[in-house]
Each structure stands twice: as C-alpha cells, then as structure tokens.
C-alpha cells in the first residue's frame, strides 16, 4: 500500500548531463563562440568539482550533438564548432529510418513546405538570387544524362529554398531532398527522366513568378509541379 505522505523517488541527474547542459548553454548563448577551445579537463574538474571520467563523458555527449570537436597531439582539446546542415539531415535521416516513415509521406512533406518556400522566394529574392536560379535553370536544360539531370533539378530547389531568406526551412528543405534521393533511388531517375520537358517548363515559369514577385503563382505552380511529382511517382511504384 502507498503511503500518502511519502515524498517519493527523487530522480538526481548525472554530474556528466549536467556539465554537458551548462557548456551546452553557454555555447548556445555564445559565451563560446565557433573554434574556441573550451576549458582543458583538469580546468573542468578544478571548477566543477567532478571526476575526469564525468567531465570526458559530458565532452562527448556534447560531440555527438555537433557542439563539440576533439583534437589529439600537443595543441589537442575540445573546440566548440558551429553545426551545419549535414548533421540536421543525419538525424533526419536515422529518425525516418528508425521509424519506418514511408517515401509517401517524405513527399507529403515536401508539398507541404515547397510552396510555402516558393512564397517567401518570390516576396524575399534578391537580383543575386535571380542570377543564380538562371544559371541553375541554364545548367538543367544542358543535362545530358537523366542521374545528371535529377542533381540539377534537386539543385534547382534548393536555390528557391536559398532565394527564401530562411534558413530554417532552407535546411529542412536540403534534408528532405535528399533523403528522398537516397531512398527513392532509381524509382526517382524514372520519374523525371519522362517529364524532362514538363520539369524545365516548370521552373522557367517558376523562376518568372519569382523575378515578378508574384507570390501567389509561385505557390500555385510550385504545388501543381509537387502534386504533379507526387501522382508519377505513385504510379511508378504501383507498376
């Protein structure tokens, strides 16, 4: 029977997931900033009073988030580093994977961001955006091989996604690409090596809502283009 009164297990954090949180803290906050060394682990243990096996654990619960790189050798410590795009589409990728997310969903997903990505392009792009999105669109039509014109179409996007100004849904957007890429595979090459024509169509007319700063038509193309993607692939993987 419980006792009504008792106060219960106290749940005491480990002295290593706490160095880990305060170093996290204050990398976030900048009191450390991009290859700054962090303080040596004899320091770390001076100033926090814990064992050197809790103050090395905390260093690399900090690595495996990207926070944290190590160095050996006489010049050797724990630098601070910035993270980057790579790492946010790895976790992407071991949680869709981890969770068997089906390739219908992660396509799902893209009609549900693109668009939005598409309208802050044509509201936000500047006169070095446009350039760089015709150049891409130049080096589209000139693919002379459907894997090659696959890279050019995702690189394409990924300039929209640039042309956006947030770089939030820049990331996710440049994970999410390729992620479908990987899992997608040949499936992919087939389904836009049939519409080549119908894909440089779409992004000359995309790039015009953009250079316009019609918001409303890049919307409307770009989920007309992604809906058009999603039925093909459908049917691909049907057959």
Known sequence: MNDRNGLGLIDVPKSCDMLASRLRNQILS????????????????EQTGISRNAVREALRILETQGL?????????????CQPNDEMFSHYLTIFSRAHSIPLKSLVQARLALEPQVALLAALNRTDEDLAALAEG???LEKAEDPATFLDRN???????????????LQVFLTSLSGLIRDIAGEMEDIVVASVEKDVVRFHHQLLDAIRKQDSAAA??????HI?????RFIGVVAQ
């Open 30 to 45: 900048g009191t450390y900033s991009a290859g700054q060394q962090l303080p040596s682990e004899r320091d770390l243990m």
């Open 219 to 224: 919307v409307r193309r770009m989920t007309r």
């Open 227 to 231: 809906k058009a993607y999603e039925e």
């Open 137 to 139: 669109l130049r080096l």
């Open 154 to 168: 995702m690189h394409c996007h990924l300039l929209v996604a640039t042309a956006s100004h947030n770089q939030l």
């Open 68 to 80: 944290v790189t190590t160095r050996l050798g006489r010049y050797g410590g724990s630098f601070v």
